[in-house]
């Protein structure tokens, strides 16, 4: 999809690169403790062999973000990562940036969490990965937007540490740009302009400037057929990670239920909004 953008904006003129984790980076998200634990020592290479041939294959240049990690910050950031306390990883700062609050939202969904248990050693190594990661994310995407200057940067959701920092470092810079998740139905996308995807106060203002408005006969009808397709599990986009329907009738067995009527309601993951300080507001 972002490649198929790519040619759009270089058939209007301009001049487009992607940029892509080369091996970099201890903490990833294709790979995550609580959905799909690294099983193969190779998947880091695979996964770099996989990236590059979609884009020999669709005619799109790219760069490894390493390009412009400086060589003399790599052991230094491991030393700082290395000595942090489990209590300081995300109140850490490097460079005077708060890199630990960059990183709070991917560590979070690395184990899937609204709270993060730090006396849990897999939990304090896994998050030490992410903030030394997230570091060296820092150099190389400050150094390559000076390298660059780019005249709008866009990035998935905003919300992983990666393009959080880019985000972040952005708005210090002041260059415009544009975050993207998939839709919330089959074959659409969503859009965050100057802002991440996840931020509430994005729905907030919505709400602000839609909550009064009513909808339309047509509207109404739209909205129930889209409540519908989510009532019978049609019509969505993400990945479904659940297990397949099972017997009602062992259902209630095993939670000791009896006939009456069930009804179960499922929030959205809460690691999703947990690094955003007004999530309980």
């Known amino acids: 999809m972002e490649c198929t953008w790519s040619h759009a904006l270089r058939l209007r003129g301009a001049e487009t690169l992607h940029v892509v984790d080369n091996g970099q980076l201890k903490a990833c998200h294709s790979f995550r403790p609580a959905t799909s634990p690294r099983q193969d020592p190779m998947s880091c290479l695979v996964c770099q062999s996989n990236a590059a041939q979609i884009y020999k294959q669709m005619a799109v240049p790219f760069r490894g973000l390493g390009d412009w990690i400086p060589h003399q910050v790599r052991a230094p950031i491991a030393a700082w990562a290395d ?58 995407v400050r150094h390559l937007l000076d390298d660059w200057r780019p005249d709008r940067m866009v990035t998935i959701n ?77 019509n969505y986009t993400w990945l479904v990670s659940s297990p397949k329907p099972q017997d009602p009738a062992e259902v209630r067995a095993r939670l000791g239920l009896d006939e009456r009527p069930l009804v179960a309601v499922y929030t959205s993951s809460g690691d999703e909004t947990a690094a955003f300080e007004d999530r309980n507001r």
Request: hydrophobic share 35%; with cysteine.
């Open 158 to 234: 905003g919300r992983w540490y990666p393009h959080w920092t880019a985000v972040e470092l952005c708005k210090q810079k002041g260059i415009p740009f544009l975050t993207h998740e998939r839709g919330l139905q089959k074959s659409t996308v969503r859009y965050a302009d100057g802002g991440r995807t996840h931020e509430l106060g994005m729905f907030r203002d919505y709400w602000k400037d839609w909550g009064g408005v009513p909808l339309t006969v047509d509207q109404l009808r739209y909205a129930d057929k889209v409540l519908n397709d989510r009532r019978w599990g049609r």
């Open 83 to 140: 000595a942090l306390a489990p209590d300081e990883l995300l109140q850490a700062e490097w460079d005077g940036q708060p890199i630990g609050s960059w990183s709070r939202s991917s560590a979070h969904t690395q184990f899937r969490q609204t709270r993060l248990d730090l006396t849990d050693p897999e939990v304090v190594r896994v998050t030490r990965d992410v903030v030394h990661s997230c570091a060296l994310v820092y150099e190389g």
